[in-house]
C-alpha cells in the first residue's frame, strides 16, 4: 500500500501528536489549583501558586534575553525555589542544569563551563561558590534578591512553542575520563519515564512524594517532574534527615520511598524512637543489590511495603530493569531483575552481536525515556549510541525466565551510597602528585554505603603517607569520593594483563571479607 501522506501533513500530524510538560502541568492547575503543589516545612504553594511564580521566573529569564535552548544552572539544595525553576524551564523551553554541590571547585567550575550557562541560580549556601567557579555568569540569589526579580516580573503565562525533544535538564554523571558529563534529558524523556513509573509502579495522586534525595539526581528529579503532571504532592526536604523523613512518613501516604544504601538503619532507628506507625507507604527504596539484605527484609516490615529491586540510571530512568519487587518481610536470596516498560533491550558481545541466553553481554536499551545525549561530547556519544542502542557499559545475563542478572559494570563504576564514581576520577588526582608512580583504584564491599573506593599505590618517594594523598584528594574532589583507605604496594604486587593493564578484579578479591 502506497502512503499518500505529504511532507506537510507528517509535520502537522508530528506536531498534533507531541505533549510537552509545560501543557501537563497546566492541566493540573486547571483541574485543582488549590491542591497543594509543594511543600517544605511551614511553605506551602498551591498548584496556581507555583503555576504564578513559575511564570514570573519565565519572565524574568526573558527580560535577560534567555530563551528555548539556552542553559540556567542552579547550585542549590533542595528548596521549593528549586522546583520553581524545573517547572519554569519546561515552560519556557530553556535547559536547567542541575550542579552537583557536593563538588570541588575544578569540578564544578568544569561542569559550568561545559554548559555556557546564561545565569545561575543560587541558593545562599552555596551562592559564593557559584561566583567563584562561574567565571563571569551572572549569579542570582535565592531570598530577597530572587523574590524581588520575580515581583518586578509579569505574571502572564508564556506562549507553549516547546518541542518534547527540547531539553528540560542537564543531570551530570560520573566521567570515565575523571570528569563529570552532563546528561542531557528532554521533556519527551520525563514523560517517558513518568509514565513507565505509574505502570511499573502504580500510584494515586493522593500519595505524595519526598524529595529529600539531591535534585541534581534523578531519583528525586524524574519523580518530582512526575508528581506534579499527576497533580500530586512534593514534600521538599534539605537532604536527609532520619527524624525529619520518619515524621513525615508517620502522617503522610506516600507513593515511593527514596532510601538508599546508608540511609536505612538511621531511618529505622528515627521510626522506632518516634513510636508511631506510617501512614502508608506504597513502594520503598532503590538499588537493592547495595543494600545489606536483612536490612530489606527489616524496612519493609516496618513500613508494610515492598521494596524495589530497580535497576536504572540517569541517562534512562527507571529502566531498564526495574519492575520486580522484593515481598514484605523477605530476605532475598536471588536480585535478578524484570524488565521495565515501554523499552527493548539486547544483551551484546564486544561486536555488537546479541548473546545467546546465559551468556555475560552490555546491556544495550531503545525506550522513550532515554536521554538525548551527552552534552557537548561528541565521542562519548558515538560510542555509546552506536548502532542506533544507547550501551549502559553495565554487563547482564539473561536467565531462562527472562530475568535479568547483574554481572559486573564493564567501566568499574563505584555506587557509593546512591552516588556514582568512577575510579578515574579519584586516579587522575593521586597520579598528578610526583612522588606516586601508579595508582589504581577499585571497589571495597561495605555494609553502610554499598560500596566504597579503596587506592592501590606505588610510591616513588618512601616519606609519603596516606594522610598527605587523602589531603590532596579532598582538595580536588567531592568528599564521597575519597579513597576510604590507601593501600601502599610494590609495583611488582600490581597484577597486570599480558597487555600491561592493572587487573582490577583481583585487587578486589584482595579485599573481599573472608568468610
Not at 120 to 131: G, V
Not at 178 to 202: F, T, V, W
Request: proline residues 7%; contains cysteine; glycine residues 8%.
Amino acid at each position: 500500500m502506497t502512503s499518500t501522506t505529504s511532507p506537510v501533513d507528517h509535520a502537522l500530524a508530528r506536531q498534533a501528536a507531541g505533549v510537552t510538560i509545560g501543557a501537563l502541568f497546566a492541566q493540573r492547575v486547571r483541574s485543582g489549583p488549590q491542591r497543594t503543589a509543594l511543600e517544605q516545612g511551614p511553605r506551602r504553594l498551591s498548584y496556581a501558586r507555583l503555576d504564578e511564580r513559575s511564570n514570573r521566573l519565565c519572565r524574568h529569564l526573558m527580560s535577560r534575553g534567555i530563551g528555548r535552548g539556552e542553559r540556567v544552572a542552579i547550585l542549590s539544595e533542595n528548596r521549593l525555589e528549586y522546583v520553581e525553576l524545573l517547572i519554569a524551564a519546561a515552560k519556557l523551553g530553556v535547559i536547567a542544569a542541575c550542579q552537583n554541590w557536593r563538588l570541588r571547585d575544578e569540578e564544578l567550575a568544569h561542569c559550568l563551563a561545559l554548559v555556557t550557562p546564561r545565569l545561575i541560580l543560587a541558593s545562599p549556601r552555596h551562592a559564593e561558590a557559584a561566583r567563584r567557579c562561574g567565571g563571569a555568569v551572572p549569579v542570582l540569589t535565592f531570598g530577597a534578591e530572587y523574590e524581588q526579580a520575580l515581583d518586578a516580573a509579569p505574571a502572564e503565562p508564556v506562549a507553549d512553542h516547546c518541542d518534547p525533544e527540547d531539553g528540560v535538564v542537564i543531570l551530570y554523571t560520573s566521567g570515565t575520563t575523571g570528569l563529570p558529563k552532563g546528561a542531557l534529558i528532554s521533556q519527551r524523556a520525563e514523560i517517558a519515564r513518568a509514565a513507565i513509573q505509574m505502570i511499573d509502579l502504580p500510584h494515586s495522586a493522593d500519595e505524595h512524594f519526598v524529595a529529600w534525595a539531591p535534585l541534581f539526581h534523578m531519583v528525586s528529579t524524574d519523580t518530582v517532574f512526575m508528581t506534579l503532571m499527576q497533580g500530586g504532592k512534593v514534600i521538599v526536604t534539605d537532604g536527609f534527615d532520619a527524624d525529619e523523613l520518619a515524621a513525615i512518613v508517620a502522617r503522610e501516604r506516600l507513593g515511593r520511598l527514596t532510601l538508599m544504601p546508608g540511609m536505612i538503619t538511621p531511618f529505622v532507628d528515627a521510626m522506632r524512637r518516634l513510636g508511631a506507625p506510617p501512614a502508608g507507604v506504597k513502594w520503598v527504596g532503590v538499588m537493592a543489590d547495595l543494600v545489606p539484605r536483612e536490612q530489606i527484609a527489616e524496612v519493609t516490615r516496618l513500613l508494610g511495603a515492598p521494596y524495589i529491586n530497580s535497576f536504572g540510571a540517569t541517562e534512562t530512568g527507571y529502566p531498564p530493569a526495574s519492575l520486580d519487587t522484593i515481598a514484605v518481610g523477605v530476605v532475598p536470596t536471588s536480585l535478578d531483575k524484570r524488565q521495565s516498560s515501554l523499552c527493548r533491550v539486547r544483551l551484546v558481545d564486544a561486536d555488537d552481536r546479541e548473546v545467546p541466553d546465559g551468556e555475560p553481554g552490555e546491556l544495550a536499551i531503545r525506550t522513550p525515556a532515554l536521554f538525548s545525549g551527552y552534552w557537548n561530547n561528541p565521542d562519548a556519544n558515538r560510542e555509546d549510541f552506536r548502532g542506533g542502542w544507547f550501551h549502559m557499559g553495565d554487563v547482564f545475563r539473561r536467565n531462562p525466565d527472562g530475568t535479568l542478572s547483574f554481572v559486573d559494570r564493564r567501566k568499574y563504576l563505584i555506587k557509593s551510597g546512591g552516588e556514582n564514581i568512577y575510579p578515574a576520577e579519584i586516579e587522575r588526582v593521586l597520579l598528578a602528585e610526583p612522588r606516586v608512580a601508579d595508582a589504581v583504584v577499585v571497589r571495597r564491599p561495605d555494609p553502610k554505603w554499598g560500596e566504597v573506593p579503596v587506592a592501590f599505590v606505588v610510591r616513588r618517594d618512601a616519606s609519603l603517607d596516606a594522610d598527605a594523598l587523602l589531603a590532596l584528594c579532598r582538595q580536588h574532589i567531592a568528599g564521597y569520593k575519597v579513597p576510604r583507605e590507601i593501600r601502599f604496594v610494590p609495583e611488582s604486587e600490581l597484577p597486570r594483563s599480558t597487555t600491561g593493564k592493572i587487573m582490577r578484579h583481583e585487587l578486589e578479591q584482595r579485599l573481599a571479607p573472608r568468610v
